[in-house]
């Protein structure tokens, strides 16, 4: 089950900015080989799957990818 709660866990004071480390987190998170494009596969695959034993292992790597830091 997944609880939503709008706030930040830690505060955020950004002081100056860093692209080269932007991209690198930019890349991880949202590129091709990114923990969320993992996540979505493994969740479309969930879906396609009619053995309910791997269809729910497959679930919960999807969660686990979206729990990496």
Not at 10 to 19: A, L, Y
Not at 23 to 33: A, L
Not at 41 to 46: A, D, E, G, L, T
Request: proline share 7%; glycine share 6%; charged share 20%.
């Amino acid at each position: 089950m997944f609880s939503y709660e709008r706030r930040l866990q830690h505060p955020v004071k950004i002081k100056q900015t860093d692209p080269k480390t932007a991209m690198v987190i930019i890349s991880q998170f949202g590129g091709p080989d990114g923990e969320l494009a993992a996540a979505m596969r493994y969740f479309s695959q969930k879906f396609a799957m009619n053995n309910p034993r791997v269809s729910g292992l497959l679930n919960d790597i999807a969660t686990e990818e979206l729990a990496h830091p």
